[in-house]
């Protein structure tokens, strides 16, 4: 079956949302297409309209959800794009369904994964990502009592604990591997944004009373039939923990597959787009975290501005542009601050061939399945072993 | 979070008792079974929790390779360890 559309949106996170609502309610035609059960992305990831409006991010959410029922889009939950069958269609696919569908724009915000780092025992049940294990969580997952170690780099480990504490969790500690030198450099940084600043410092206040230390890393995991104990490290020392979960997350890489089979440039591991956020490929946008890893709010500011664009109201984009500066600049310090150094990443590979990834550098550790296949990253742990 | 109704599925061949809006991925961990085996016999279970990483994969309703954590649990679901 095909179909086509003025403006296809691939990923609806906060981002595609965005983008999907401003160029439907100009009036064109749209389909907002994404792999998970129901729209908004890993933020707003199992919210309910209810519980959303004390959250907070939840306002945005209940916002934008209302506004994107009302816009007359199509939304289609469930479909994954697999490739692009020819230019200007993509063919996508959902359970035992494929559809080629054609755009005229393509708005592309896949958003981000987590990067992650392998060392001994990180394939046992009970190793997840930090991002991972708070998805697992929302979906029904019941850590009530579970001792967790949260472990890893980026603010979102705070973050991340504080959920999971909410939701029941023992945090024994969190280990972040980064030197508190870097991270007072952020900090610094944030001191410049002050929604972020307060936000940082909520987490920590839930969090009180709960262990966190800088410079320390996983050395490895251990268990039988699932992970029962972690062993950290300083680098000098080691101690271990015993554990029911591992929650361990190295910040986030971009899901570059779709741009890249497309054939948008790219510069610094990030899709390169001009001020209205369109790529090197005429027609194509891309919007979040492609651009730069940066969160909600340049999300949700580059949705719109792709959106406009789209609608071919470039003015109302270009109004948007001035507040864009400061929210790159934040992507571009938190960058800095969270990339892996300052401990010997493993050399060798642990997976297959990496040609379809190009933002899979050495230990990122993505991979993908078949050469064309846009849902990369597929067998990441799984790679023929 | 808000979970309604509960109703049993079956995990290798055990009846196990979730409620409305669990994952697949959710229920194999509760059930403390691994969602797949590998072929040199380790045990895995789910990493990401969003769909891209593959470990999570196991048969659900007779299908095999179905990504755990991307599918609902609905009534008399049957998941099999792959």
Redesign the interface.
Known sequence: MSCGFDVVVVGAGPGGIAAATIAAEAGLRVCLLD???SPGG?IW??L?P??ARKGPHGRDFVQWTERLRRAECEVWS?WQVIDCAAPGTLRTECEDEVRDVEWRKLIVATGA??R?LPFPGW???????A????????????VRGKRIVVAGTGPLLPAIAAGLSDAGANIIAIYEQAPMSRLLGFGVTLAGYPGKLVEGLGYFRKLRGVFYRTGSWVKRGEGS??LERVTITDGRSEWSHDCDWLACGFHLVP?LELPALLGCEMADGYVSVDELQQSSVTGVACVGELTGIGGLEKALLEGKIAGWSAAGRENEGHALTKRMSSVRNFARRLDRSVQPAGRPIPRQRVCGPTAAAPHAAGATC?TS?GGRTV?A??????G?? | ???NQSFSIVVNGRLLR??E???V???M??A?E??RV???G??????????????C?ATVNGVKHQRT??V??TPAMEVVTA
């Open positions: 792999d998970n059960r890993q990831r199992g309910h209810e519980a469930g994964r987590e992650f394939t046992l049940p009970g190793v997840a990502g991002g991972g294990l708070q998805a697992l969580v929302k979906s029904g997952l019941d039939m699932r899901n993505t399945g849902q990253g597929r067998g990441a742990r799984a023929g072993r | 979070m808000l979970m979730v409620s809006g669990t994952s991925a959710a229920a961990m509760l403390n691994a969602c590998s072929v040199r380790e045990r895995r279970g789910p990493l990401c929790g969003m769909g891209i990483c593959m470990e994969r954590c991307q609902m649990c």
